[in-house]
């Protein structure tokens, strides 16, 4: 039988990107814990597009 448990999937986007114009989008996919954390996520990760760590927050 499988863990009923409260870790969600959560898919994080960068928030510079889409301000700067450039085609193309930073997404990181991760989980939490929905019961610990009810408020979306925000964490700062490697932008390999615009070669630098920014603030990716969680979508949907």
Avoid: D, W
């Amino acid at each position: 039988m499988a863990k009923k448990g409260n870790r969600v999937q959560v898919i994080l986007e960068c928030t510079e990107h889409k301000k700067s114009g450039q085609p193309g989008t930073s997404r990181y996919i991760t989980t939490k814990n929905k019961k610990n954390t009810p408020e979306r996520m925000e964490i700062k990760k490697f932008n390999p597009i615009l070669k630098k760590m920014t603030v990716h927050k969680e979508i949907k």
